[in-house]
């Protein structure tokens, strides 16, 4: 039951988020302000129905690790994506063609992208995969949870398989690691907001499947869909696999060293760190 409650109000948390970044698309400074905000309450609404449902301290969304895991995340998410689209652009996919026509909507992006990247976390790092990962183990949690994230991108408009498998393997197996490695929900939400950011706002790139933004920057993608991404955007180039296969790697890595991994036989224990 608690499992359903907590993902009835992040969903309700989300749609709301949505509708109210929607409200005022158009608008950078508004965008801006209504986003942070949404992204905070659904921090807020998590934090409630966890507490309420499970009775711990929300232990994943502690506040004194809230500012360093967001700027770890942010960093991370922007240089990793910084290198994937330096690779492309090396090898004839992506090609600058000036600044942007409007550069301030890098700023309204700032809001649309952290309301989106904290809802998406909260849903799927932060329900599914804690309770998967209590009935399972961490690997079968980590694999469903990454399918699930990557399924979910197939909703968009310039969605294709071969992208939706691409941000499961990438996306998911990044976030989810970043998750497990810290067990905090503030490293994954940071890179997830970097990530976008930096795709959106700094290199003005499709961004899995829902076209174009306009960034800092103005540009196109150009040549081999398989370098470039195609319209799916960088997110499906075998360089973002790649690049999100080590990640992956790197933060399991972690999470083996620091005991974070969950086997089977002990997945019905309630962990101390995951709360």
């Known amino acids: 039951m608690r499992f359903f409650l907590q993902l009835l109000a992040v969903l309700a948390m989300s749609v709301v988020a949505g509708q109210a970044v ?26 409630g129905v966890v507490r309420v ?12 690790t809230a500012v360093s895991g967001l700027v770890r995340g942010v960093l991370l998410g ?15 996919g992506y090609r600058i063609l000036g600044l942007g026509d409007h550069p301030l909507n890098a700023v309204g992006l700032i809001g649309f992208m952290a309301g989106a990247a904290t809802t998406e976390e909260l849903l799927f790092r932060g329900v599914l995969f804690r309770h998967l990962e209590r009935l399972t183990g961490t690997w079968l949690a980590f694999t469903l949870t990454a399918c699930a994230f990557g399924a979910m991108h197939l909703l968009n408009p310039n969605a294709t398989l071969w992208g939706a498998l691409c941000v499961a393997i990438a996306g998911g197996g990044m976030l989810t690691s970043a998750y497990i490695a810290s067990r905090s929900l503030w490293l994954p939400i940071g890179l997830h907001f970097g990530w976008n950011w930096a795709q959106s706002a700094i290199f003005a790139s499709e961004v899995s499947g829902n076209g174009a933004q306009q960034g800092i920057l103005r540009a196109e993608s150009t040549g081999n869909a398989w370098i470039s991404g195609g319209q799916f955007g960088p997110e499906a180039s075998v360089f973002t696999v790649v690049a999100g296969v080590i990640v992956t790697t790197v933060f399991l890595w972690l999470a083996h060293r620091r005991g974070h991994l969950v086997p089977m036989r002990r997945s019905r224990r309630t962990l ?4």
């Open 22 to 47: 929607g409200a005022v698309d158009g608008n950078d400074w508004l965008s801006l302000i209504v986003g942070v905000v949404a992204a905070a309450l659904a921090t807020l609404v998590y934090r």
């Open 78 to 92: 922007v240089a990793v994506f910084g290198a994937v689209i330096g690779n492309i652009a090396v090898n004839g």
């Open 272 to 275: 101390t760190l995951a709360g």
């Open 53 to 64: 449902t499970e009775k711990r301290p929300v232990t994943e969304l502690a506040g004194r």
